[in-house]
């Protein structure tokens, strides 16, 4: 359970303007649907997706490495990490195994198989969307696991699109489209206060000397 006291006291050090925009950000974070990119080489592909899903708020991003284990790019990601859940998995059995314990079909993203097209999505169902490798796509583990392929309609010569220009794609459709429905789709209050609290401690420098100062006036009260 989160302390409200404590975590009331803690936004006391956040300047107004982070207050209003934790309160207006807030609400319109969603675990209905989320990410997961497979051994993206190029690193700023993957920041830039961690980009995308906090610009559309997306609370939670997959990132599987079982060829390349990198530090996130932070300068590109200009600090989406701090605002994203990001949970790291060594293989993709892993990752996908956890999904679907979550109750998360498994979406395809890929524009080689048809099957559906953006507009056709069912935006109703938990989902995650899968990203891959810039020159090979998703792996055939993917595939193979895969509820559902999604492809982007294109009319050009290009037949595909780089991963981020894809996921921001998809993800304004996907989560636009979910607002316009009856779906309970947002976080639930107890797992809102638990965000407020992880942006506030990602915010103020010295938040354990903080902390422990607060309970230490408690005590003597």
Not at 25 to 41: G, M, S
Not at 60 to 79: C, F
């Amino acid at each position: 359970m989160i302390d409200l006291n404590l975590l009331e006291y803690l936004e006391t050090y956040l300047t107004e303007l982070r207050r209003e925009k934790f309160a207006k950000v807030l609400p319109q974070r969603t675990k209905h649907f989320t990410v997961a990119t497979e051994d993206v080489y190029q690193l700023h592909n993957t920041s830039a997706v961690i980009r995308s899903c906090d610009a559309f708020g997306i609370k939670e991003v997959n990132i599987i490495e079982e060829r390349n284990s990198k530090t996130i790019d932070r300068e590109i990601a200009m600090g989406a990490q701090k605002w994203v859940d990001l949970n790291r998995y060594q293989s993709v059995n892993d990752c996908i195994s956890d999904l679907k314990q979550k109750g998360y079909q498994i979406v395809a993203t890929t524009p080689h198989t048809n099957n559906c097209e953006l507009h056709e999505f069912d935006v109703t169902k938990k989902a995650c969307f899968f990203f891959g490798r810039e020159t090979e796509g998703l792996s055939q583990e993917v595939l193979d696991a895969a509820d559902c392929y999604l492809k982007i309609p294109m009319v050009g010569f290009t037949e595909s699109l780089n991963i981020s220009v894809s996921a921001a794609i998809i993800l304004q459709h996907v989560t636009t489209k979910l607002k316009q429905t009856d779906i309970n789709w947002e976080l639930t209050n107890e797992e809102k206060l638990e965000k407020r609290l992880d942006w506030v401690k990602k915010t103020i420098k010295s938040y354990d000397e903080i902390v422990e100062r607060f309970y230490d006036n408690q005590s003597f009260k």
